[in-house]
Nanobody
């Protein structure tokens, strides 16, 4: 079982930036995918971006539009989400998730709150 712990959320003004981190433990990754999701108040959880652990292949949801960057550090077992040009619509709890490539996400973090407001 993979344990995931997110950090880096907070309050930021529109146009600002945040970097989220997700530290994974409890498993030696093989062909896993690490993904970032978010859930805004009153809305369903939605995917943001994902990275394949073994080759760093990346996918972004269209709404990211070049504002976010996902990356992973194998030595630190950590996945990052650099978020730039934030706007109030990005306000949500952001979750990190892990699962086998081609399967479903089986492990989830506790989430970190991101609030974009002036």
């Amino acid at each position: 079982q993979v344990q995931l712990v997110e950090s880096g959320g907070g309050l930021v003004q529109p146009g600002g930036s945040l970097r989220l981190s997700c530290v994974a433990s409890g498993h030696t990754f093989g062909d896993y995918v690490l993904g970032w999701f978010r859930q805004a108040p009153g809305k369903e959880r939605e995917p943001v971006a994902r990275v394949r652990w073994i080759d760093s292949r990346i996918y972004y949801e269209p709404f990211v539009k070049g504002r976010f960057t996902i990356s992973r550090d194998k030595a630190k077992n950590t996945v990052y989400l650099q978020m730039n040009s934030l706007n109030p619509e990005d306000t949500a709890v952001y979750y990190c998730a892990a699962g086998l490539y081609g399967g479903s996400y089986s492990s989830w973090g506790q989430g970190t709150q991101v609030t974009v407001s002036s």
